[in-house]
Nanobody
């Protein structure tokens, strides 16, 4: 599975960005798609997930502001980020989960929120 993430950039506090992650290769084996982020000096954290059935999960800090969705036909997963805060500044990574021991990562896209 190959993943390509894009859509990051610089935005002011309160602004919006939409990240996208396109998957190719053995996409029929993907069970869950995830967005993670890693801020400078911090550990990578899980932001949102979407399962094969469409079930979603959000970490508490982004609930009500971020929305994960997918375009099944194009096997692209999106992360709509609204009401952005400076603490959302990070490199955002998408991941495709095949199984517990089989995860693929995209290259990351930088989101910078200015105060």
């Amino acid at each position: 599975v190959q993943l390509q993430a894009f859509g990051g950039g610089l935005v002011q506090t309160g602004g919006s960005l939409r990240l996208s992650c396109s998957a190719s290769g053995s996409i029929s084996n993907i069970n869950i798609m995830r967005w993670h982020r890693q801020a400078p000096g911090k550990q990578r954290e899980l932001v949102a997930t979407i399962g094969r059935s469409g079930t979603t999960y959000y970490t508490d800090s982004v609930k009500g502001r971020f929305t994960i969705s997918r375009d099944t036909a194009k096997y692209t997963v999106h992360l709509q980020m609204n009401s952005l805060k400076p603490e959302d500044t990070a490199v955002y990574y998408c991941a495709a989960i095949i199984s517990t021991f089989d995860t693929y990562w995209g290259q990351g896209t930088l989101v910078t929120v200015s105060s």
